[in-house]
């Protein structure tokens, strides 16, 4: 009963649901990444670089999981440009949140805890910016003799299919 009055909540947020799903994994690349760095960079610059790791490993999975229904009309690295530069508000959110916690010695203690909040403070903005800038391409053709006349930009050599 439960499923079937969620079930069309669910189809119409699909998209939502599964980039926060990789956003969950992106926090968690993200964190990792905070700590490996912290001792070699200080907490400040490893914070800024691991938000770029996390950025790449969010905008492979999205393109792979979240977005795999459309057809990419743009290379792999202009795409991920794109990500980046259409995330920046995000980034914005996200980072913000992050250094004003870090102020507060617990969040310093426990930067995991820091970086939560600024994963959750940049989603929405990422998700609409992603959304509309970066895999905003055609769908897929779901005929077969519409998918013979669709050029797809991806050739069989892209590792990233």
Not at 74 to 100: C, D, E, K, P, Y
């Amino acid at each position: 009963m439960l499923y079937k009055n969620l079930k069309p909540l669910l189809n119409r947020h699909k998209n939502f649901l599964k980039f926060a799903s990789i956003g969950s994994l992106g926090f968690l690349c993200d964190t990792a990444s905070v700590y490996a760095l912290k001792g070699l960079l200080g907490l400040y610059p490893a914070t800024f670089l691991a938000y770029f790791i996390a950025a790449t490993a969010t905008w492979y999975f999205n393109r792979c999981w979240t977005y795999s229904h459309i057809i990419h009309k743009h290379s792999i690295i202009v795409q991920w440009f794109r990500f980046l530069v259409a995330n920046s508000v995000g980034l914005a959110l996200n980072r913000t949140t992050v250094v004003l916690l870090y102020s507060l010695s617990f969040f310093h203690t426990y930067p995991v805890v820091a970086l939560a909040f600024g994963s959750v403070a940049g989603l929405f903005a990422n998700f609409n910016f992603s959304s509309k800038l970066v895999f905003q391409s055609h769908e897929k053709a779901s005929s077969p003799s519409s998918e013979i006349n669709a050029i797809p930009t991806n050739t069989p050599s892209d590792p990233f299919l």
